[in-house]
């Protein structure tokens, strides 16, 4: 059974800077594209990131220049390292990994919550 398990969530003053980590654990054969997903009050869930299995990289046009996403195989890990803290960032960070176990499977994490704010 595969589990997602993040961290690096909390509260943070505009301008400041957090480091999320999603690590996958389990039965894993091969993990593909790996991705961070937000979602604030009464809005939907939209892409914040995301990084393919060979390293190419892409981002809301609302966080470029300030997040930065990177991935670590070895540890079965995806990290956001986000910069530069908007209060508009505040929402529910989800980690989102495709890997395979028995079948390619989309998995999510359980989510961390990110508050900007003075």
């Known amino acids: 059974q595969v589990q997602l398990v993040e961290s690096g969530g909390g509260l943070v003053q505009p301008g400041g800077s957090l480091r999320l980590s999603c690590t996958a654990s389990?039965?894993?054969?091969?993990?593909?594209?790996m991705g961070w997903y937000r979602q604030a009050p009464g809005k939907q869930r939209e892409l914040v990131a995301a990084?393919?299995?060979?390293?190419?990289?892409n981002y809301a046009d609302s966080v470029k220049g300030r997040f930065t996403i990177s991935r670590d195989n070895a540890k079965n890990t995806v990290y956001l390292q986000m910069n530069s803290l908007k209060p508009e960032d505040t929402a529910v960070y989800y980690c989102?990994?495709?890997?395979?176990?028995?079948?390619?499977?989309?998995?999510w994490g359980q989510g961390t919550q990110v508050t900007v704010s003075s």
């Open positions: 989102n990994i495709r890997l395979l176990d028995s079948t390619w499977y989309n998995y």
């Open positions: 990084v393919t299995s060979v390293g190419t990289t």
């Open positions: 389990g039965s894993i054969f091969s993990i593909g594209p």
